[in-house]
């Protein structure tokens, strides 16, 4: 991998990891429209470490007053009615899914789930998935802003079992194409929740996974044409760009839909499937899908 692709796929990864488009795909899509090597998988997880470590800065009073509550709640009973230390507690189990279906399924996360005909698939059917679960939420919100504010759940609502639907949501984004961010906002639209809370809890539920996932690739690294030095310079610029696009988007969907991102997430899926179809690309293109 060349210093230019590293720049490239960095910015992508940046722009792309918090919003619900699927910064996986665009990774491979990136190095295939561009007619580079494929990535790979670990490539995408080291990285995906610069953007949590945006989270990490943009929540780091919630993520600070979170752990601290919780390792309170390890040795006083008491503490563990502290909201936040229900957070935590929940955030764990939330991450349970991702973890054991990242350990069980890692061959094909590499391999077979890499194929652009299934990243093109997955981006028209969670953009649907996103696309209804948005409506959903605007139609609660059609009998008026005050009464949006009482039917939609916050963060104080979450129980055990939504922590685990939540998890399972995430896990689909093992599979290039669905989005993390997608999958558990849908998710949370779903089960009642506003979309500033569903986004915010997505955020939090990524850390430990992504973390994770990030060191236990670390060792890939150097193995094939991925080497160090460009891919510490896409995870620098991943982290920045990825802190300016929380922001933004915390801002931007206090006010407006995810259908802009619904349409784009089609359009791309359909676009990918035409392309394959007139054999102006391969399904398995880069070199890396088995």
Do not use: C
Not at 81 to 101: E, Y
Not at 150 to 170: I, P
Request: no cysteine.
């Amino acid at each position: 991998m060349s210093w230019f692709e590293a720049l490239i796929l960095g910015l992508v990864q940046g722009l792309t990891e918090f919003l619900p488009v699927s910064s996986s795909a665009h990774l491979r899509l990136t190095a295939v429209f561009a007619g580079w090597e494929d990535p790979g998988a670990a490539f995408t997880a080291v990285t995906q470490v610069g953007t949590e470590t945006a989270v990490l800065i943009y929540f780091r009073k919630d993520i600070a007053r979170i752990l601290s509550a919780w390792f309170r709640s390890l040795r006083d009973r008491e503490a563990r009615r502290d909201p936040d230390a229900r957070m935590g507690w929940l955030v764990i189990v939330g991450s349970i899914p991702i973890g054991v279906l990242g350990l069980t399924l890692k061959d094909q996360i590499e391999g077979p789930f890499r194929d652009l005909r299934l990243i093109a698939t997955t981006l028209i059917l969670l953009g649907v998935v996103l696309g209804v679960a948005d409506r959903l939420a605007a139609r609660g919100a059609s009998g008026g802003r005050h009464r949006a504010v009482r039917e939609r759940k916050s963060l104080d609502h979450l129980n055990v079992r939504d922590g685990l639907l939540y998890g399972m949501a995430q896990a689909m984004a093992l599979v290039p194409g669905v989005s993390r961010s997608g999958a558990t906002i849908s998710g949370g639209l779903f089960m009642g929740y506003s979309r500033e809370a569903a986004a915010r809890y997505s955020f939090l539920l990524a850390i430990p996974a992504v973390l994770a996932s990030g060191l236990f690739e670390l060792t890939e690294i150097g193995e094939g044409h991925v080497s160090w030095g460009p891919t510490l310079l896409a995870t620098a610029l991943a982290f920045l760009v990825a802190y300016a696009v929380i922001a933004w988007f915390m801002k931007f969907i206090s006010t407006r839909s995810f259908m802009p991102f619904v349409v784009y997430r089609i359009l791309l899926g359909l676009l990918i499937f035409g392309l394959i179809a007139v054999g102006a690309v391969s399904p398995h293109a880069g070199g890396s899908v088995g």
